[in-house]
């Protein structure tokens, strides 16, 4: 699932959330596919945005992401717990860019 502002929203994407409007009423439902019509009443509605399936895009690349983990774990390298957390933060970073 992924968070995309209407603006950017393509025909074909599926919805993973529903759209509700202000009154909780679901206006489009879970698994709803977006074609031009729908996109434009997404964007009548004021909504700035929707859940769609997929991933998420990185916007930062993977080596910028480990330099920075490195740099904000730099001060607390010789406590064993801090190197465990690291470890685990490094893995997940990992996993978002395969």
């Not at 993973?16 to 729908?38: C, F, Q």
């Not at 490195?70 to 860019?97: Q, S």
Request: charged share 35%.
């Amino acid at each position: 699932m992924r968070k995309v502002s209407v603006d950017k929203l393509e025909p074909g994407m599926k919805l993973a959330k529903p759209v509700m409007a202000a009154s909780g009423i679901a206006l489009l439902g879970e698994g709803t596919e977006l074609n031009e019509k729908r996109i434009e009443r997404i964007r009548d509605m004021n909504i700035t945005a929707v859940v769609v399936e997929g991933v998420a895009t990185q916007v930062v690349p993977k080596e910028e992401m480990l330099n920075r983990l490195d740099a904000r774990f730099k001060n607390v390298e010789d406590k064993p717990y801090m190197n465990m957390l690291k470890k685990a933060v490094k893995e997940h970073i990992e996993g978002l860019y395969e």
